[in-house]
């Protein structure tokens, strides 16, 4: 379901749920759903995070709602049952430890008690952990005292008490429930706000309520696994002249600052100073100047702007600054004649997103939305009218929220009656079954005619080519080409057969049509290019063309890639055959095809990784896996998943044109560097040592406080850049490790300046699947059914699967979370009997079966089954900085987990684990639907098979590499790969 909602209360007193998807065709829910109280209680006003709903009604009691998530809201409950063990006695004395208590023994817990807050429900009975590593087979650890810092999981002659882990599991499941928060002084409330979304910790948000006493309060303890909150914390009055004002009617928040508004019965307005994460209720209020010094009865609050509605009807706007370091509003700028009126009348209620966006509540009691909002433009143009798709009809609204809302764009549907029901009717007519038939049926002739065709000797056949000169194929381009760190001019002329580039003192050149593999964008700052790689042969044969725009620069790789493409056609069978997908450092997708038609046998034949060619896919991408059927799936940096169009095909989609849409976040880090000189101390400089210059981004040289962007796909977010951190960073070495000295000792120093950017596009083939922020995603290889397995790992931790994905249905259905009892940092799927396997951040490896029938809600972690094996020679390598670059890979019984630079070989089957095997810059390893197991570092190999040595006195062996396809210096440019 979509992350994003508008919410709104009717006249009646029901809070209504819009949602508002950037993209309608990537999700099931559009209509408008209504959520009343089951007791029958009447809501006055109401807001919202992306994952709660808060209300309060008519009598003052404040309503929670907890939408339902792919990721349960789950606890673990744990209790140690403790024993001592003399004789037959299996108790404890009176001045041990309690027999069930909490870990430090010095709370006494009582098994039977299953009392549990509001909305929880227990979601299974007390049973024992059990981990192979810490406990023995029922799960005891064993010492000499209760206060032993040592714990022995086998029991020996002087152990003389014992202890179990006793753990059970909560689950909120009151989904979509309206339910009254813990209140334990019975407070009464009158106005909510909420924001701070992009100033606290993820799950977490600033809740401020305005209490029948005049007071306002904040909700401390609001987190993922606890969503209610636990208490109500203060905050000071307001203290205008000396004295303290308890007449705020009204407050509000903005929803991605730290920035909390109130207004007094008088029309006053103050900005409460100082609230952060640290220190979540501020230091002062202060008064904030209202439009020509009238009286305010409204005000909402965004990122930029602030709008307001006076005592006379009339909307007002205004810009705002922030301080980018403490990441609130200064209200500096803000003055009585700096505000632009908008309207005169007509607007009863406001509501503004994250990024601007306002909603309202006409006096007519319609639902409107402020349309033309552009950067140049915060004011927009006018109130329009949005369409209701509610039940019933024509209904009047007293309250909304749409501070949970993202988009930077306002949907064309909400406005528009009939733009929503074309884009599905054209999303039908695209799954159809018999249009689904027909391109399969024409695909499969198109491979039996190419089949044929390179099955006839050249000289039996004419190309129409030879048969005219020419001359209308015959393409001249002006740009520059990278001799050494020069440009230098040149003339490129594209023929049917070649490409001649000349130039000015320089040797002519001719490459020809059939040596060209690959071509790679790039951009560069300083000086600013736009890049294209040109590859010709491996992958340190290359030739790079600069241009100073992107627009020549575009057209010159379609052409190129229309010459990769011909040859591919001529070459292959089946774009979907043995392939590679991977990730360029600047985040370019390409498709390698890595089988081609043998001269001799006629038949495919395996190509190397840096011979293969390859074609560019439009996106921007951290990783990408690749699947059976074609499917294959990618994950931004942002955390964002998507999944390849199924009408995709990188032979001919040249031809289509696609309107998904896509969007990313990053945050471009630029890093400021000076060396230390005699009698000056630390200065700037000119030129570069050590491959380091004054100003870096993205580890190359670049203008101090650079506004050039990649493409014109991206957009600035912040105005400008701001310091992370004001305290520089000190080094012996200018290209060495960077610390914090208070004494600023060291050669060189650098600090950091950051500076966000959104990426943008209507016209990808990567349809976008709603889903938590996700780390990476893996792919079934092979597909026994019509449905393929995909399962994600998200940032925090957590597994699901998505159901329903099939060739048709390329982004499936919905998600299945498969619990588990610990954060996970890596998971492995294995296609051979249906395995996931997966492994925490110290290094217990588990697994468990999927069936294509599991499509509940959660798969229980009960079915996880541990790897009952000594991997100590893997776990010792383990370190907190390395945890993260845990990476299991495998087929069969065979599992390989790369830690860091390091390979291992685990036999499950026999129980071997391989001594450690080093490479040159491990980065990555996977395996492809052959069995093959792929290792990327500086060079990408394809292991085909494995030497392995058994130690006869020992349960483990030696690796060594016997069969290999390898592809010299491929992995430099590359930080993501994926095979079929």
């Known amino acids: 379901m979509p992350s994003e909602y508008i919410w709104t209360v009717s006249a009646n007193g029901v809070p209504c749920r819009i949602p508002a998807p950037s993209d309608p065709r990537c999700t099931s829910e559009t209509d408008w759903q209504e959520l009343p109280c089951s007791d029958g209680s009447s809501i006055c006003t109401i807001v919202a995070s992306p994952t709660t709903a808060f209300a309060i009604d008519r009598t003052g009691r404040l309503l929670i709602l907890v939408m339902p998530t792919h990721i349960a809201i789950r606890e673990r409950v744990e209790i140690y049952n403790n024993q001592r063990w003399i004789g037959i006695w299996r108790g404890t004395f009176f001045i041990d430890r309690p027999r069930y208590s909490d870990e430090s023994g010095q709370i006494a817990k009582d098994i039977s008690l299953n009392e549990i807050s509001s909305g929880w429900s227990w979601e299974d009975k007390w049973v024992t952990h059990l981990d192979p590593r810490k406990y023995d087979k029922e799960g005891w650890q064993y010492s000499l005292s209760f206060l032993a810092p040592k714990w022995d999981k086998q029991c020996r002659l002087y152990h003389l008490v014992r202890r179990r882990v006793l753990k059970r599991h909560m689950r909120y499941t009151s989904h979509d429930q309206w339910i009254e928060m813990t209140n334990e002084e019975s407070r009464l409330f009158t106005e909510l706000a909420i924001g701070g979304l992009d100033v606290m910790s993820e799950g977490e948000c600033l809740l401020f309520a305005l209490g029948s006493d005049g007071n306002i309060y904040r909700r401390d303890g609001i987190k993922t696994n606890c969503p209610g909150g636990t208490e109500w914390e203060i905050i000071p009055k307001i203290t205008f002249k000396d004295s303290d004002s308890d007449d705020v009617t009204l407050i509000s928040a903005s929803p991605s600052l730290a920035t909390l508004l109130a207004i007094t019965w008088d029309g006053k307005i103050f900005h409460r100073k100082g609230i952060t994460r640290k220190s979540p209720i501020g230091l002062t209020w202060q008064s904030i100047p209202t439009p020509k010094n009238k009286a305010v009865i409204c005000a909402a609050i965004g990122t930029k702007t602030m709008w307001c509605i006076t005592a006379d009807g009339c909307v007002w706007f205004t810009r705002l600054e922030i301080d980018e370091k403490l990441k609130e509003h200064t ?16 607007v009863s209620r406001l509501s503004v997103s994250k990024n601007d966006k306002v909603f309202c509540i006409s006096t007519r009691e319609k639902i409107e939305i402020r349309s033309g909002i552009e950067n140049n433009e915060p004011s927009g143009k006018r109130f329009e009218g949005i369409v209701d798709r509610g039940e019933p009809k024509d209904q009047r609204w007293i309250s909304i929220h749409c501070g949970s809302v993202n988009f930077s764009q306002v949907p064309e549907y909400f406005t528009s009656s009939s733009s929503l029901q074309s884009k599905m009717e054209v999303l039908l007519f695209r799954k159809a079954d018999w249009r689904l038939k027909i391109l399969q049926q024409l695909q499969e002739s198109t491979n ?36 050494g760190d020069v440009f230098k001019s040149v003339n490129v002329t594209i023929t049917t ?5 000349t130039g000015e003192q320089m040797t002519p050149k001719s490459i020809e049509n059939s040596k060209i593999k690959s071509v790679l964008p790039s951009f560069q700052r300083l000086p600013q290019k736009y890049l294209l790689y040109f590859f010709t042969g491996s992958h340190s044969e290359f030739e790079c063309f600069a241009f100073t725009d992107e627009k020549s620069r575009c057209t010159f790789q379609i052409d190129i890639e229309n010459i990769i493409r011909n040859f591919i056609c001529c070459s292959t069978r089946n774009s979907f055959g043995e392939s590679m997908w991977s990730v360029s450092i600047g985040g370019v997708v390409r498709w390698h095809c890595l089988a081609e038609m043998s001269q001799e046998s006629k038949f495919e034949k395996r190509v190397n990784p840096g011979e293969s060619r390859a074609l560019t896919v439009e996106g921007i991408f951290e ?14 940096e942002s955390g964002s998943l998507y999944a390849l169009s199924s009408r995709y095909n990188p032979l001919s989609s040249h031809d289509e044109t696609y309107d998904f849409k896509m969007t990313n976040e990053r945050t471009f880090k630029m890093y400021e560097h000076q060396k230390h000189a005699v009698f000056r101390g630390f200065i700037s400089f000119q030129g570069s040592q050590k491959g380091v210059s004054a100003w870096m981004c993205d580890g190359r040289p670049c203008p101090p406080s650079f506004s050039s962007l990649p493409s014109t796909n991206w957009s600035w977010i912040d105005s400008s850049w701001h310091l992370e951190d004001e305290e520089w960073k000190y080094s012996s070495e200018i290209d060495g490790t960077y610390d914090y000295n208070e004494r600023g000792q060291g050669r060189a120093r650098r600090r950091l300046w950051t500076r966000r950017a959104r990426y943008d596009s209507s016209k990808s083939p990567w349809c976008h699947v ?12 092979q597909a026994s059914t019509e449905t393929i397995i995909v399962v994600a790992l998200t940032k925090d931790g957590h597994i699901l699967r998505r159901n329903g994905v099939t060739r048709e249905s390329f982004t499936g259905t919905n998600w299945t979370e498969i619990l588990t009892d610990s954060p996970i940092s890596c998971i492995h799927y294995q296609s051979e009997g249906m395995k996931l396997w997966c492994a925490t951040s110290d290094g217990m490896i588990s697994s468990r079966n999927l069936q294509v029938s599991d499509n509940s809600s959660f798969l229980s972690s009960s079915d996880w089954r541990h790897l009952d094996m000594d991997l100590s020679a893997l776990t010792q390598n383990l370190s907190k900085k390395s945890t993260m670059n845990l990476e299991l890979t495998g087929v069969s019984d065979i599992l390989y987990a790369r830690v860091g630079f390091i390979l291992f070989r685990i036999d499950t089957k026999n129980e071997t684990i391989s001594d450690a095997y080093p490479m040159d810059n491990l980065q990555q390893a996977v395996v492809n639907a052959q069995g093959s197991i792929c290792v990327r570092g500086t060079n990408i190999t ?34 993501n790969i994926a095979l079929f």
């Open 942 to 975: 394809i292991v085909r098979d494995w030497r392995v040595v058994p130690y006869t006195d020992r349960k483990a062996t030696i690796i060594a590499m016997r069969n290999v396809d390898r592809a010299t210096n491929m992995g430099r440019g590359l930080k």
């Open 331 to 346: 209200m500096k700028n803000i003055s009585s004649e700096g505000y632009q009126m908008v309207t005169q009348g007509g």
């Open 623 to 636: 990783n990408i896996d690749c699947g059976a059927k074609g499917s294959v799936w990618a994950v931004n």
């Open 770 to 781: 709603e889903a938590p922020p996700i780390n990476y995603i893996r792919l079934a290889k």
């Open 448 to 483: 039996r005619s190419w089949s044929a065709m390179n099955g006839i000797k050249g000289d039996d056949l004419e190309s129409p080519d030879d048969n005219n000169d020419g001359s209308n194929s015959i393409k001249h381009i002006r740009c520059q080409i990278m001799q």
């Open 497 to 501: 057969k070649t490409i001649e580039i």
